[in-house]
């Protein structure tokens, strides 16, 4: 196939992908009865209604909420004439305790009382940080095997015979590139998602329906692979070799979801799919079964699950 229909046929794809990206009404992402959870150290409610005429001509009474306290959407009050933002919102945590304040301060300091919006919200806080401490860890463990001179499993270069692994990287990489995808070109698909999410991916947008289905693929990847790794290497390498996978996987999460968002993760993950089922399939690919334990090896010789000759 010619690089001009190449070039069309991802085209192609991509259109069906956002043709499919809007709700089919136009809801809001949150409203009267909406329940979140305050994660910011305060915040502050204005008691007073806020006016039409001068919404800041006085300095209103206030009171605050702290970290954990339930909040729900008592209101919502639209006022253009405000300089700093037209949205009022009205919040309650009980009769005694409710107040007004800009849509600006609220959502920064509050997550939606749901547990996979909380996850989200985690995940985004955090990630980096976690992501940074497994890579310098995983590095660390491996200089000094290397320098003990003992062998270190690692994806794609000391792999083990097996597909998971390497369908698993892939999997996360194009769900990476759906991510940023959406951050991209249909943000208000994954806000309206934060604000109601769901674990069923069918009845959604289908870009939001494939990135779901693709997390849970992930899941069956990921348990696949450990029960390979298990079965195909020592305890201590397995462990070893799932540290240089999660690695490897932060790796890929932040690589292609920043890429994406500058458009070059798209060609990139082309050439990073194909370049790892290559290498899988010329040089990682089981061909022979240990006579001893069973395991899956690429070639004759010693064992790396149990260290038998086999010839």
């Not at 980096?128 to 660390?140: A, E, G, R």
């Amino acid at each position: 196939m010619s690089m001009r229909r190449i070039k069309w046929f991802l085209f192609a794809v991509l259109g069906v992908l956002l043709s499919g990206c809007y709700y089919p009404q136009q809801t809001e992402e949150y409203g009267v009865g909406y329940n979140f959870i305050v994660t910011a150290d305060s915040l502050q409610l204005q008691t007073s209604m806020p006016l039409h005429t001068d919404p800041m001509a006085v300095d209103p009474d206030t009171i605050s909420v702290y970290r954990s306290a339930p909040l729900v959407v008592a209101q919502l009050l639209v006022i253009p004439e405000d300089s700093i933002d037209s949205v009022w919102v009205k919040v309650a945590m009980d009769q005694e305790t409710q107040g007004w304040l800009h849509e600006s301060n609220l959502l920064p300091g509050v997550v939606p009382d749901d547990p996979i919006s909380q996850f989200i919200h985690t995940f985004s806080a955090s990630h980096i940080w976690v992501f940074l401490t497994l890579f310098f860890f995983t590095l660390s463990v491996m200089l000094v095997r290397r320098m003990l001179r003992r062998p270190f499993p690692v994806v794609h270069l000391n792999d083990i015979a097996s597909p998971y692994p390497v369908l698993l990287c892939i999997t996360l990489s194009a769900a990476s590139v759906l991510y940023a995808s959406m951050q991209n070109f249909v943000p208000k698909t994954w806000e309206y998602f934060y604000f109601h999410p769901t674990l069923n991916p069918f009845g959604l947008p289908l870009i939001l329906g494939f990135f779901l289905s693709s997390v849970w693929l992930l899941v069956l990847l990921f348990g696949a692979a450990l029960l390979d790794i298990l079965r195909c290497l020592r305890p201590t390498e397995a462990v070893l070799y799932t540290l240089s996978l999660l690695s490897l996987l932060s790796l890929l999460y932040v690589f292609f979801s920043l890429l994406t968002l500058y458009y070059i993760g798209y060609p990139l993950f082309l050439v990073y799919t194909f370049w790892s089922l290559r290498r899988y399939l010329c040089h990682h690919r089981a061909r022979f079964v240990c006579g001893s334990c069973g395991a899956s090896m690429h070639s004759l010789g010693i064992c790396p699950r149990c260290g038998a000759k086999n010839v």
